[in-house]
């Protein structure tokens, strides 16, 4: 069994640095190219300024040219891969002259560091989520879900194709979710603040475990007690931010700036094609023709929290373990589905309780993750990786079948007629869009189509999993 | 257990695919030459052409398919067929290429298939999910045909076609397809003798009558001489210069690398003579890999002749046991002869490729299913040949994903056996140390030797290090394997340890 694991670690080690063979995002195509120069510019900015001025407008900081707009835990991890970059060869960051800097070398010491990351941070963390399950269940699925989750394409090709570091952040994640599994609260509240400095995205996931620890500081036997346990947390959650935050803490406009580059409302509320519900409605109704930016922030912020009121409220009352990842799926959809400025990689952060939520439900939760990759294919399609994704996401089927004699089979019969419908259209919509050219009237007409699908999946996911977070017998 | 052998065919069909954009060696351009002599030129140049140093050196059906795949691949892009068109390499071109060795696996696919079934395994058994997983997503034909660039897939195919056949009993079938395949790729040839001797005593002497014994024989020749008669027949005319070709004896002993056989320790000795009798070198350096040609300046030079005859020796004393055995054990001593024969003619033969210890390392991965000790062994082999591969993936950006697919391969393997084989243990205490140094190896190439400054002055010692330390197991597997199947033991290991796998067989069937 542990050698099928390593096997299983292995495979998934070895996908990702093939995928690495592989294209980026923006590559060869200057000024802007693309979240590769984002990131190497960062590392750029970082070893080369102050740490004062990472996050300011300056003549040696131009804002407008990737600026930083990750959390500070972002900014030191580009500290130290820059410093390491720089050891090999100083002209991958050098200030100014370094910008869309391209080499064999440089991609191969950019794709290692992603691949560190896997190897260091993610595969370790879900591998410790699968046996935490376990533990907690006495079940015995850690291969089937380490395996799935290790082969999940979404965030391979986001991370070691497209490029990001993804795998860090949602790597926090999981483990602390295997902290709160296994009642471990301070950590569960120092690791996921670890999470949230890396992207400031990971609030998808924020509502959970607000509502999960809230729930078991109030279910202390006596008010002292209570406000024992929550002064910890918080002062847990509030340590590490403030080191992680304390080169910005000296003025009170220092920590604004570094706010603001993180939350950029004049940036709109959707930028490319995106499988939520404001770019679904955009179709039919042009939101910026009728609501400012800033009303519409408003709107999504209350939409969001509506949304995500009833599974918290729950999770709040009922802590099963079950419930709580089944509230990080409602929850992450919510926020995907109603919120501000949405981009399609943020689905992963739905993905990662989908994959664990695989034990429990297999055949509903697999076609929510290959919906997940269909939603991104035209972000993956613009980075030449349109084969490889399609490849891995049937791939990724197959091994599923391959464990499929374990799991139950879904007497339900939504899924019955759903999940066979919902394949003849995502394939059927791949071929049509490799085929038909789109009517050079609406030149963006096949991502559209794709976005509403997925969104129309979105929905119905997110209601199903209201629907069983309520009637839910497991948990 | 459900039936997953098309499940897992299309998992790794999907990793090849995902493979078509890592490098690939000059077998690509060698291959690329070939579609565009057989679809350019007339047949009677085919084997006479030299504007590329790569010339046709397979047999007629090898070239014959190339011609068919150049039918397709005038459609993708007629540039790739143009004689002169040296290293031309378009994206189309790569993905045609590619795409061809994908699709030809399915003759190997087939063959697996065959196979396991002849071995009498039910599809819904662990051992046949364990069968068609070491084959299927064998680390070593990704390697060689799926990133350094061969149609291995194709010809294991045929030879598992063949190997299937002749388990069933279909003796003709069988002469007839591994005759195709030598036609395809005459380096089979080494496993020849395995065949002949299983034929003529279990097809042709068990004949009631000797009137049906020479008839069988004749069948067989017929048979097995057609393919042949087929396929020299348009080159009846230049048939020395084809043969020229197919044998090329100015090669040297060795492979520019060394493949990891009794060879490269002969060589590396005879660097360590001459080190300590401090004799000149004379000339070039075995290890340079710029040359193809061996001089030995302690040890005796090395003649072809002296490798046959070494080859024919060692292959002698299985055929003789094959020969012999009771017909109900003649399969299982039949693919052991097939591997043993395969594994002397890479031990000792001319100019041996690192590729050809597939010939030895496929059929075990047939043997490992039906035998715990044979399982043993083909775990021990497996760590010391797959690895031994390595230098063929030199390019910096191959490095995670060949020890990953080595890691993950080699753990899975250890995984299924320890499912068919409850309690499996890998190695003893003596072999445990030996696997370790393969940690070293990879540790002193990309780490001690950059620490050291040793990169510039012996940039060619990770590479002699792979050779003659998987050269010492590779010995080893073969010493050892090779008293296991003439059944000398020694000692009661090997008894004690056949007693419990029979009474896990047993536990087995009561379950």
């Not at chain 1, 670690?9 to 070895?14: R, S, T, Y």
């Not at chain 1, 590769?36 to 131009?62: C, F, K, M, P």
């Not at chain 1, 609260?185 to 400095?197: E, K, P, R, S």
């Not at chain 2, 190695?427 to 990169?455: N, R």
Request: glycine fraction near 4%; proline fraction near 4%; hydrophobic fraction near 50%.
């Amino acid at each position: 069994m542990r050698s099928e694991i390593l096997a299983s670690a292995f495979l998934g080690l070895a996908v990702r640095s093939i995928i690495s063979l592989y294209s980026y995002s923006g590559f060869d195509s200057p000024p802007m190219h693309g979240d590769y120069e984002a990131q190497r510019h960062w590392q750029e900015i970082t070893v080369n300024l102050a740490v004062g001025e990472w996050y300011t407008n300056s003549s040696n900081n131009d804002l407008q040219y990737w600026g930083l707009d990750y959390p500070p835990l972002t900014a030191y991890h580009s500290y130290l891969v820059g410093r390491i970059g720089a050891s090999i060869d100083p002209r991958f960051v050098e200030l100014h002259k370094s910008r869309g800097f391209e080499s064999k070398e440089h991609k191969r010491f950019m794709r290692a560091t992603v691949v560190s990351a896997d190897v260091l941070i993610y595969l370790p963390a879900i591998l410790l989520l699968a046996y935490s399950l376990d533990k907690t269940f006495r079940s015995d699925d850690k291969l089937f879900l380490f395996t799935l989750v290790a082969a999940y394409p979404g965030q391979t090709l986001i991370d070691n194709g497209h490029f990001q570091y993804n795998n860090i952040s949602l790597g926090f994640a999981a483990v602390a979710i295997a902290a709160i599994l296994r009642r471990r609260f301070y950590a569960a509240a120092f690791l996921f603040t670890l999470a949230l400095n890396y992207k400031q995205m990971e609030l998808y996931h924020s509502l959970p475990f607000f509502a999960f620890l809230l729930g078991e500081c109030v279910s202390q036997k006596s008010f002292g007690s209570f406000v024992a346990q929550l002064s910890r947390i918080a002062a847990v959650v509030l340590t590490t931010f403030a080191i992680l935050w304390l080169p910005w803490l000296g003025s009170l406009q220092a920590a604004l700036q570094v706010l603001h580059r993180l939350f950029p409302v004049a940036r709109g509320v959707f930028e490319d094609k995106v499988a939520n519900v404001w770019c679904a409605v955009n179709v039919v109704w042009k939101l910026k023709k009728h609501i400012s930016n800033d009303q519409m922030a408003l709107v999504c912020i209350a939409c969001t929290l509506i949304a995500s009121l009833p599974t918290n409220v729950l999770l709040f009352r009922r802590r099963t373990n079950v419930g709580f990842l089944l509230a990080l799926f409602n929850t992450s959809l919510a926020f995907f589905l109603f919120s501000f400025q949405v981009h399609e990689k943020t689905i992963l952060l739905a993905a990662l309780p989908a994959l664990f939520l695989l034990k429990c439900w297999p055949n509903e939760m697999i076609l929510f993750l290959e919906v997940t990759v269909f939603s991104m294919l035209p972000l993956l399609a613009r980075d030449e990786l349109l084969v490889p994704a399609v490849v891995a996401t049937v791939a990724f089927h197959l091994i599923f079948k391959c464990f499929d004699s374990k799991s139950k089979l879904s007497n339900e019969y939504l899924l019955k007629y759903i999940e066979p419908i919902s394949h003849i259209l995502m394939i059927s919509i791949v071929v049509a869009s490799l085929t038909v050219p789109a009517p050079t009237k609406y030149p963006d007409l096949w991502p559209l189509i794709i976005s509403v699908t997925s969104c129309g999946h979105f929905l119905l996911f997110f209601l199903w999993g209201n629907v069983q977070q309520f009637s839910s017998k497991l948990s | 257990m459900k039936d997953l052998f098309w499940h897992l065919v299309g998992i790794a069909t999907g990793l090849k695919i995902l493979l078509i954009p890592a490098y690939h060696s000059t077998d690509f351009e060698v291959h690329r030459n070939w579609l565009a002599i057989t679809h350019s030129l007339p047949l009677n140049q085919w084997y006479v052409d030299a504007t590329s140093e790569w010339t046709l050196d397979y047999p007629p059906f090898f070239a014959y398919f190339e011609w068919l795949l150049s039918q397709v691949a005038k459609y993708v892009d007629p540039r790739m067929l143009v004689v002169d068109n040296l290293n031309y390499e378009s994206k189309a071109t790569v993905y045609f290429q590619r795409l061809s060795v994908i699709a030809t696996d399915l003759v190997y696919v087939l063959g697996v298939r065959s196979c396991l079934g002849s071995l009498g395994l039910a599809r819904d058994t662990q051992q046949f999910f364990a069968g068609s997983m070491l084959l299927l997503l064998n680390v070593g034909l990704l390697f060689v045909d799926h990133i350094h660039f061969q149609y291995n897939g194709l010809l294991f195919g045929i030879l598992l076609l063949s190997i299937g056949s002749l388990i069933r009993q279909r003796f003709l079938w069988s002469a007839f397809a591994f005759a195709v395949l030598l036609n395809f790729k005459h380096i089979f040839l080494y496993m020849a003798p395995a065949f002949g001797v299983y034929l003529l005593r279990f097809y042709c002497l068990e004949q009631a009558s000797v009137v049906s014994a020479v008839g069988a024989v004749v069948k067989l020749l017929v048979v097995g001489l057609t393919p042949f008669a087929v396929s020299f027949g348009p080159f009846w005319k230049q048939l020395p210069q084809v043969l020229s070709r197919l044998f090329p004896f100015k090669r040297g002993l060795t492979h520019a690398y060394w493949a990891p056989n009794f060879w490269a320790l002969y060589n590396a000795a005879d660097k360590v003579a001459a080190g300590v009798l401090k004799v000149q070198d004379g000339g070039a350096s075995t290890t340079s890999g710029l040359v193809q040609e061996v001089r030995h300046s302690v040890l005796p030079a090395i003649t072809p002749p002296v490798t046959f005859a070494l080859t024919a020796l060692f292959m002698l004393p299985i055929l003789v046991k094959l020969f012999r055995s009771p017909k109900k054990q003649s399969p299982l001593v039949f693919l052991r002869a097939v591997v043993l024969c395969g594994c002397s003619s890479f031990v000792f033969g001319w100019h041996v490729h690192e590729k050809a210890i597939l010939m030895v390392l496929l059929p075990l991965c047939l043997l490992s299913l039906v035998n715990r000790d044979d399982a043993r062994y083909a775990y021990v082999l497996g760590i010391a040949g797959y690895f031994s591969l390595f230098p063929l993936l030199f390019d910096a950006d191959l490095y995670i994903p060949r020890y990953s697919l080595y890691m993950s391969y080699v753990a899975m393997m250890y995984g299924q056996l320890y499912r068919i084989f409850p309690g499996f243990r890998g190695f003893h205490t003596l072999e445990w140390l030996y696997m370790l140094g393969f940690l070293a190896i990879p540790l002193y190439e990309h780490l001690l030797s950059f620490l050291l400054h040793l990169d510039q002055r012996l940039p060619f010692l990770p590479l002699l290090l792979t050779s003659v330390y998987s050269a010492l197991g590779v010995l080893y597997f073969f010493g050892a394997y090779y008293l296991y199947a003439l059944g000398i033991s020694w000692g009661k290991v090997a008894i004690a340890s056949s007693t419990s796998a029979a009474a896990v067989k047993r536990k087995r069937k009561t379950k």
